[in-house]
């Protein structure tokens, strides 16, 4: 087994998010990690990348999402008034 473990920082640098953010969701149990007998955090890459495609969420569909706009806002199929 080739486990990369990556430390806040570079786990950050990963998730784009800072150092302190990666660590307080850790905390909080949000993000998977590694805690050694030290008490040292290390987050394993590839439970990153799991988790990164776990909370994605699809894009609407652009066109879809104008009409939804227009037909709030009164302006659907009129854009000539």
């Known amino acids: 087994m080739n486990t990369q473990l990556l430390n806040e ?23 998977p990690r590694v805690v050694f007998p030290n008490r040292e955090v290390r987050f394993d890459q590839a439970d990153l990348s799991r988790w990164i495609e776990s909370h994605k969420r699809p894009v609407a569909d652009k066109q879809a999402h104008n009409s939804e706009q227009q037909a709030d806002s009164g302006q659907e199929g009129n854009k000539d008034v």
């Not at 950050?12 to 905390?27: E, F, H, K, S």
């Open 9 to 31: 920082i570079e786990a950050a640098d990963l998730l784009g998010l800072t150092p302190r953010q990666v660590l307080n969701m850790a905390n909080r149990g949000e993000l």
